[in-house]
């Protein structure tokens, strides 16, 4: 095996053991082929990490650390109408370190987004996937511009090319922003001369971002 599992094990860390989920040990056990005193790693998605051995339904808690927290950037995006579209959208921008994913409320948007605990499992995963230490934060309502920490850019034809500075990034919906619905104060981002797609715009735009900071 190139590398040990790593898998997320949510706080509080007490005592010497961390117990695990049914899922997590047949994911370990079954599909994984673990055995006992097999080295995993771990994060509670706070910015714990450390590295333990299988036991018995439990690690043996080893080695922890804090990990810092890079750049804390929010996405705001008007959610896809497909689920598998707005599945890649959530996992992709959490595997890329984003440190919250809010849904944007549009005039044109028409996706309805999923449910919390799927929009959970898929930010686990990803995390899990990426080996990060930090869970994304996401849920299920739709929010309105004056819920988004400023500075906001806005992805955008007409913009400059360069990644702006910005705590937020907003990607709007598939038929486009409608007339005087961006606020004043929200900057503008050209991606490229492509029509891009809402979750390729997401994972576009945010690759640059953390690439930029």
């Given at each position: 095996m190139s590398r040990?599992?790593?898998?997320?094990?949510?706080?509080?860390?007490?005592g010497p053991e961390?117990?695990?989920?049914?899922?997590?040990?047949?994911?370990l056990t079954k599909v994984l082929r673990l055995r006992?005193?097999?080295?995993?790693?771990?994060?509670?998605?706070?910015?714990?990490?450390?590295?333990?051995?299988?036991?018995?339904?439990?690690?043996?808690r080893g080695e922890e650390r804090?990990?810092?927290?890079g750049r804390e950037l929010w996405v705001a995006?008007?959610?896809?109408?497909?689920?598998?579209?707005?599945?890649?959208?959530?996992?992709?921008v959490a595997e890329l370190g984003v440190a919250?994913?809010?849904w944007l409320r549009t005039e044109r948007g028409k996706g309805r987004v999923a449910s919390g605990p799927k929009l959970f499992a898929w930010a686990l995963a990803a995390l899990?996937?990426?080996?990060?230490?930090?869970?994304?934060?996401?849920?299920p309502e739709l929010v309105g511009w004056g819920e988004l920490a400023a500075p906001v850019v806005v992805c955008r034809r007409g913009g400059p090319p360069a990644p702006p500075d910005a705590a937020t990034v907003v990607v709007g919906p598939e038929g486009g922003f409608a007339d005087g619905e961006i606020p004043p104060d929200a900057?503008?981002?050209?991606?490229?001369?492509?029509?891009?797609?809402?979750?390729?715009?997401?994972?576009?735009?945010?690759?640059?971002?953390?690439?930029?900071?």
């Open positions: 040990i599992p790593h898998i997320a094990v949510g706080a509080p860390w007490d961390l117990a695990l989920s049914t899922a997590q040990w047949r994911r006992r005193g097999d080295a995993v790693s771990y994060t509670d998605g706070l910015g714990a990490v450390g590295t333990g051995t299988v036991l018995d339904r439990s690690l043996v804090e990990a810092p927290r995006a008007a959610p896809p109408a497909n689920k598998d579209r707005q599945r890649f959208l959530v996992e992709k919250r994913l809010l899990e996937q990426s080996r990060g230490a930090w869970l994304m934060e996401t849920a900057s503008g981002w050209d991606l490229g001369p492509t029509v891009l797609r809402v979750e390729t715009a997401a994972v576009a735009a945010v690759a640059r971002m953390m690439g930029a900071s």
